[in-house]
């Protein structure tokens, strides 16, 4: 009878230091109070993101640096580790699986030209020879040079030119290339 009384005791004080170990003693000492940051996503980044998603570029880009010794990040020069406040202002979070494409948690930074995103979009092998992303035609439109005149056409090289045509990106390309240049890790995250 004392056997059953004593597994009976251990079980309950197993379980005892369990439950304080892993919820109530994590509860006293994290701070509960979290600041309100503004990360001052604007509608355009937020479309963005969405369009990121959609056109799948997740499957060939990933958005984490990797801390020393567990790659070739840094030599790279694609930036710091990625911390998780990185990742505060992105729902939902694209990590990312694969490399095919390099990391781009911190193009922003690294390539902070509005118009070589642009031109990168339409046509990768115009700005990187032998690059292996595809094109992404559809977010843009390919106009008479006299037709909308406010707006102006990518620029370009030579032998990716349509004689008498311009190549005008539409709102959801600007808005992808907003969210692109968005992605800057150069200072840490927000302690």
């Given at each position: 009878?004392?056997r ?7 079980i309950v004080?197993?379980?005892?230091a369990?439950m304080?170990?892993l ?28 369009i990121?998603?959609?056109e799948g ?5 990933s ?6 010794g567990?790659?070739a990040?840094a ?10 406040e ?25 390539q ?15 700005v990187l020879?032998?690059?292996i ?9 390919v ?10 056409g990518?620029?370009?090289p030579s ?8 190549v ?23 302690d």
């Amino acid at each position: 009878m004392i056997r059953n009384w004593i597994l009976l005791f251990g079980i309950v004080a197993m379980f005892s230091a369990a439950m304080v170990g892993l919820t109530i003693l994590p509860k006293l000492v994290i701070d509960p109070r979290v600041e309100e940051v503004d990360f001052g996503n604007t509608f355009e980044i937020v479309q963005g993101h969405a369009i990121y998603v959609r056109e799948g570029c997740i499957y060939c880009h990933s958005m984490q640096v990797r801390p020393e010794g567990f790659g070739a990040d840094a030599q790279r020069g694609w930036g710091r580790a990625s911390e998780v406040e990185d990742y505060r202002n992105l729902t939902p979070h694209l990590l990312g699986t694969m490399r095919t494409g390099p990391d781009l948690s911190n193009i922003g930074a690294r390539q902070p030209s509005e118009d070589w995103h642009l031109t990168h979009l339409y046509q990768p092998r115009s700005v990187l020879q032998g690059s292996i992303m595809p094109p992404f035609p559809w977010l843009f439109e390919v106009v008479n040079e006299d037709a909308r005149p406010g707006r102006q056409g990518i620029n370009l090289p030579s032998q990716y030119q349509i004689p008498g045509k311009k190549v005008i990106p539409t709102d959801e390309a600007r808005y992808l290339v907003a969210f692109l240049l968005s992605l800057n890790q150069e200072t840490p995250g927000v302690d």
